[in-house]
């Protein structure tokens, strides 16, 4: 049974950096999107970063682009999202997710096609 789980959220302040990491198992790893969600109260959720494992194209939102950046360590099944400049906006719950389907800058899959979604790691900006 596979699943993903996240970890690294937390409390900093406006200009700070967090790290969150992903921790895949139990589905094969290889020739999968990884990708990384947010959803603030009120919000619907929204997609910050994803990556194909195999491949080094690279998807983030227009609001996080320069500050984000999606990594990979496919020998320890792991994601990251770094987090640098974290603005008040940058708010939410984050989520990881895994979906067997191919991603790119170009090619955004819906949400559906994730199948395996993380339980959630919050992150709060004080300004």
């Known amino acids: 049974q596979g699943q993903v789980v996240e970890s690294g959220g937390g409390s900093v302040q406006a200009g700070g950096s967090l790290r969150l990491s992903c921790a895949a198992s139990?589905?094969?790893?290889?020739?999968?999107?990884l990708g990384w969600f947010r959803q603030a109260p009120g919000k619907e959720r929204e997609r910050v970063a994803h990556?194909?494992?195999?491949?080094?194209?690279?998807f983030y939102a227009d609001s996080v682009k320069g500050r984000f950046t999606i990594s990979q360590d496919n020998a320890k099944n792991m994601s990251y999202l770094q987090m640098n400049n974290l603005k008040p906006e940058d708010a939410a719950m984050y989520y990881c997710?895994?979906?067997?389907?191919?991603?790119?800058?170009?090619?955004?899959?819906?949400?559906?096609?994730?199948?395996?979604w993380g339980r959630g790691t919050q992150v709060t900006i004080s300004s």
């Open positions: 990556k194909y494992t195999s491949r080094d194209s690279t």
């Open positions: 139990g589905f094969p790893y290889s020739r999968y999107c």
């Open positions: 997710a895994a979906g067997g389907t191919f991603c790119s800058a170009d090619y955004l899959p819906p949400q559906a096609l994730f199948h395996y």
